[in-house]
């Protein structure tokens, strides 16, 4: 482990990962939020818990945090995968760090545009954006152990 820690490049991928999977926690936290807020809870024992059984109910707004949430698991997931192994292949920091900082950069912009309802196409291009190094990574991993498959 500590000889992954000195890895500079995977360093950097930790600092990256650990920011990705905070934010994930904190899209979480805001769904919950504003459930409690807005009364409407996914499970009746939660409805009952907070008012009755007419709480169980959904709500455009809980829908489209909730939607948020999944689509950052839905991307964030392969990204730490993909950026995990990329940067064990040997990868040069500043290459390296320019595919994991675009990356975070974009999802928190599609977080943004997606629980602030920003005007289309936000949403759409930030997810693009962050596509594009994770296909780079891909690509790469793939020439990396091409010889060996």
């Known amino acids: 482990m500590a000889d992954l820690i000195r890895n500079e490049v995977f360093s950097c991928f930790v600092f990256y990962g650990v ?9 979480a936290i805001i769904t919950g939020q504003v459930r ?26 809980v829908e489209r945090c ?7 698991m839905e991307n964030i997931l392969p990204f730490l995968f993909l950026a995990a192994i990329y940067s064990m292949t040997g990868p040069s920091l500043a290459v390296a760090r320019i595919h994991f900082l675009v990356f975070f950069m974009a999802r928190v ?8 309802a920003l005007r289309a196409p936000t949403r759409s291009l930030a997810y ?14 793939l020439i990396a152990v091409a010889a060996y498959a």
Do not use: W
């Open 128 to 141: 693009t954006v962050a596509q594009i190094p994770c296909i780079s990574m891909a690509v790469q991993i």
């Open 66 to 72: 909730r939607r948020a949430h999944v689509n950052d």
């Open 19 to 27: 920011l990705l999977v905070i934010k994930m926690y904190i899209v």
């Open 109 to 116: 912009l599609h977080t943004i545009a997606y629980l602030f």
């Open 36 to 61: 409690l807020r807005k009364k409407a809870f996914a499970n009746p024992e939660d409805a009952l818990r907070h008012g009755g059984l007419q709480y169980h109910r959904q709500d455009p707004y």
